[in-house]
């Protein structure tokens, strides 16, 4: 066990992949870190590990005798993922659900976290083994759900969203992700998948809406070249300030490992 101390231990998930909750989740670690704060990563996503790509980061995971040692970003962002426990990054991670839980129980109370501000957990879609696992083991003290303007990303995140209420995990807010994009020609902001239903969402749920992020070929061309912590913009910054007001909110004090 990691004689460390983590301050705040906050989930991001979204129900359902595709929505850009792993690049959530690295921005906000990535903006975090750039003011000061030290944070980590834990990619509970097993069987779709995402953030050792978007950080450009390769493991393998090791034990100095105090527990796993996770591998460290460019940036300093300390990470434990699946992915560094495979040599090939295409290999499946082909475990069933029990081994899958033990490993998300060793990620959290088995690492040498040392001192943190924040542990981000990025969530694997769904609503089944690994995400109860992580509600029921591990002192979350709030959680980002993230959608994309679609009807159907909106549905499957009130899944995730109920999950979370139901398991007495705190609902910290939403974030509208790929909301819009900028015209190159004419910048016009247009609304490529539609109006969006995050309002709809927080008025329903009783919670904020923390920010909304543009659908951006520069998060894209980062994230491909492993570099997605280099992005900045307004929104970011936003969404990052919207997010620590809301923790400070609604917690009243540091979870312990």
């Known amino acids: 066990m990691d004689k460390g101390r983590i301050g705040r231990v906050l989930a991001v998930g979204s129900g359902k992949g595709g929505v850009g909750k792993s690049s959530v989740t690295a921005l906000l670690a990535s903006e975090l870190r750039r003011r000061?704060?030290?944070?980590?990563?834990?990619d509970a996503d097993i069987t779709g590990p995402s953030i050792p790509k978007?950080?450009?980061?390769?493991g393998p995971l090791t034990d100095a005798g105090e527990g796993?040692?996770?591998?460290?970003?460019?940036?300093?962002?300390?990470?434990?993922?699946?992915?560094f426990m495979v040599e090939d990054e295409q290999a499946p991670v082909i475990w069933r659900g029990p081994l899958v839980t033990r490993l998300i129980t060793q990620f959290f109370g088995g690492v040498h976290w040392g001192s943190l501000?924040?542990?981000?957990?990025?969530?694997?879609?769904?609503?089944?083994?690994?995400?109860?696992?992580?509600?029921?083991t591990i002192?979350?003290?709030?959680?980002?759900?993230?959608?994309t303007p679609q009807d159907l990303a909106a549905l499957i995140v009130k899944k995730a969203m109920n999950m979370a209420r139901d398991l007495h995990v705190p609902?910290?807010?939403v974030v509208e992700n790929m909301s819009w994009i900028v015209c190159p020609h004419c910048h016009e902001t247009i609304p490529l998948f539609g109006p969006g239903t995050v309002g709809r969402v927080s008025e329903e749920y009783g919670i904020p809406v923390l920010g909304r992020l543009p659908l951006a070929p520069a998060i894209s061309e980062l994230a491909d070249a492993g570099?997605?912590?280099?992005?900045?913009a307004p929104?970011?910054?936003?969404?990052?300030?919207?997010?620590?007001?809301?923790?400070?909110?609604?917690t009243k004090g540091p979870a312990v490992l």
């Open 227 to 232: 570099r997605v912590e280099e992005f900045r």
């Open 54 to 58: 978007l950080l450009g980061m390769k």
């Open 171 to 173: 609902l910290l807010g």
């Open 117 to 136: 501000d924040y542990l981000l957990i990025d969530m694997p879609p769904g609503t089944s083994d690994v995400p109860l696992t992580v509600f029921q």
């Open 68 to 83: 796993i040692e996770p591998v460290l970003a460019r940036n300093g962002i300390p990470v434990v993922s699946s992915q």
């Open 36 to 42: 000061g704060r030290t944070v980590g990563i834990l």
């Open 235 to 250: 929104e970011l910054a936003g969404l990052t300030d919207a997010l620590v007001a809301r923790v400070d909110e609604l």
């Open 139 to 147: 002192p979350i003290d709030g959680m980002v759900f993230v959608l």
